[in-house]
């Protein structure tokens, strides 16, 4: 039976099996039972085909429940055990995950077929637009033994209990808020336990811009290569393995795209301060055809560029795991090792180190609210920029083909009728115009074939920043809470209801966060400049090499009407 829908993002479609939805777009579901995350309907244009099942909310009655949202995250998040908050789950609510055939089965020789904790479930976006209420996507293909139980909670860290304080600072009452999810309300409040030994830190600089990430003592970069089918269980299995090199031991490792998604979800857990860039996205269809490959194999090289050069991204012992690890049982103890990392979501900040330099909490603000209105406009500017290239990419394949194509066969038409009549029929003129049109039938396939040099490279990058850019606003949304955190905490101070002391650790602990966040704005920002300019050097160079070989092929055919 059909049922209403509506559309909760942008989905631009990438194939002739998915359709293009829009944000607040009313849609028809054939089957609300989803597809390996995806839905099969009908746009408000009358087009029919796949979109992501996380972008769109099923219409119900009022005597039911509301709707169903694919794209809602679970109570129990990284960092936050559901037995540490009284809210559950929407009963309305189902969980859809969004995976690949190949994610079905187990982890063959890269795995022992179990998860050792807890996997954040839900469904993570596509096509670089993941849910705001998401902060953690779901691990696909994970599969669990009856017996597993989630990982306890930690205690709190406080010498004082919540019930013996005389007052406390308020906590959210939206539990679903990512800065309750994330944990970052309990660490601004001195709730997030406090190791005995912390084996990592992340340090902060100030530099000429600001707080900056510390450089990475040892910077490499990895390649991404070689995507090769393979086969199990005696090819009733097929996937695809990447080989990926690693400057700085220089020796390969192959892994699949579910050991990439693997390493992201991992990713996610852990750095809650930190918009880590989005993996490629997922197709339903067609992942096997060659033109899905090559396009993967571009964004996993651009994703890697982005987790090599990030200062903290890179020197995470997990990820050294994935690019390094060659021996199978050393891999799994890793994996493990990796899975049950404490230092994760706000136990994370705990490993941070701040300058001792004094910021305004209010200049911090300002700066958060310059760079929020900024990132807005740079998305919407990105979208704006994709859906042009897209266009272009769509006109360059068909319209601008067969424009050239009909102007070579009007030609090779003329050409022909000059041969009707033999006594005044000059065959050098004869051959030139043919020629002609025969050049400009290639005119036309340069046309097709252009892109793949060009605005190929130029929609990856974008697709790139969509993630990166949508990552922001969750993000900011954690030090906006802190800075109310610390706003309520010195008015209690000041009306007595709470010590001075404990006022000052929530105000230092916001530091933490604020500082963390300045260090990201500016790697981002670092990053960008460096991407869009070779984005742009790249694509006004293929421009113009792609135009003088119009130009030859052109000057190559006026040639042939000098002697005539």
């Not at 200049?363 to 704006?384: G, I, N, P, W």
Request: hydrophobic residues 30%.
């Amino acid at each position: 039976m059909a049922l209403k829908a509506r559309a909760l993002y942008n989905f631009q479609s990438e194939n002739k099996e998915e359709i293009s939805i829009q944000e607040n777009e009313e849609l028809v579901i054939f089957s609300e039972n989803s597809l390996d995350g995806w839905l099969q309907g009908q746009n408000s244009r009358g087009e029919t085909g796949l979109f992501p099942a996380s972008y769109v909310e099923i219409l119900r009655s009022r005597s039911g429940s509301n709707y169903t949202d694919y794209s809602s995250s679970p109570v129990g998040s990284p960092g936050h055990d559901s037995s540490l908050y009284s809210a559950s789950p929407n009963p309305g609510i189902s969980y859809q995950g969004s995976f690949e055939d190949d994610d079905d089965d187990d982890w063959d020789d890269w795995d022992d077929a179990c998860t050792v904790v807890e996997e954040p479930q839900g469904a993570p976006g596509t096509n670089g637009h993941p849910s705001p209420s998401l902060q953690y996507p779901a691990a696909y293909g994970h599969h669990q033994h009856a017996g597993y139980r989630p990982k306890p909670v930690l205690e709190r860290q406080d010498s004082m209990s919540s019930s013996k304080r005389g007052s406390v600072v308020g906590r959210n009452l939206n539990r679903f808020s990512c800065f309750v999810r994330s944990g970052v309300e309990a660490f601004i409040l001195g709730d997030v336990p406090l190791m005995s030994k912390i084996a990592e830190t992340y340090c902060i600089e100030m530099g000429s811009r600001g707080p900056q990430w510390r450089a990475n003592p040892h910077p490499f970069i990895c390649s991404v290569e070689d995507p090769t089918k393979q086969t199990k269980f005696k090819g009733i299995k097929s996937y695809i393995s990447y080989k990926l090199t690693p400057s700085n031991i220089n020796s390969p490792v192959y892994r699949r795209y579910k050991h990439f998604d693997w390493l992201y979800n991992r990713l996610l857990h852990k750095f809650t301060v930190i918009s880590v860039p989005h993996l490629p996205e997922k197709q339903a269809t067609g992942r096997f055809e060659e033109d899905f490959i090559e396009k993967r194999k571009r964004r996993l090289i651009l994703w890697m560029d982005h987790m090599t050069s990030h200062p903290v991204l890179s020197q995470y012992e997990g990820f050294q795991h994935f690019l390094c690890c060659r021996d199978e049982k050393q891999w799994k103890l890793g994996k493990r090792r990796a899975e049950k990392d404490e230092m994760v979501g706000a136990s994370f900040l705990l490993t941070i180190q701040i300058p001792t330099e004094h910021q305004d909490l209010q200049d911090v603000e300002d700066r958060m609210d310059t760079f929020k209105a900024f990132s807005k406009k740079m998305d919407d500017s990105v979208l704006q920029l994709t859906n042009v290239a897209s266009e272009l990419v769509r006109k360059h394949v068909g319209g601008f083909r067969k424009e050239f194509q009909k102007l070579g066969n009007a030609f090779q038409a003329i050409s022909h009728s000059f041969h009707m009549d033999p006594p005044y029929s000059l065959d050098a003129l004869n051959n030139a115009i043919s020629h002609t049109g025969k050049t400009y039938e290639t005119v036309g396939e340069m046309f097709a074939e252009q892109p793949k040099n060009d605005l190929f490279l130029m929609l990856d990058t974008l697709s790139l920043y969509q993630g990166l850019l949508s990552n922001f606003p969750d993000i900011i949304h954690l030090q906006k809470g802190a800075f109310a955190k610390v706003k309520e905490s010195q008015r209690m101070s000041d009306e007595g209801r709470m010590d001075q002391e404990e006022a000052d650790g929530i105000r230092k602990r916001c530091r933490v966060v604020g500082f963390a966040l300045q260090a990201e704005m500016n790697h981002f920002h670092e990053r960008r400049v460096a991407d869009f300019k070779r984005m742009m050097q790249s694509y006004l160079r293929q421009q113009i090499v792609f135009y003088q070989r119009i130009s030859q092929q052109l000057e190559k055919t006026l040639r042939m009407y000098d002697n005539l």
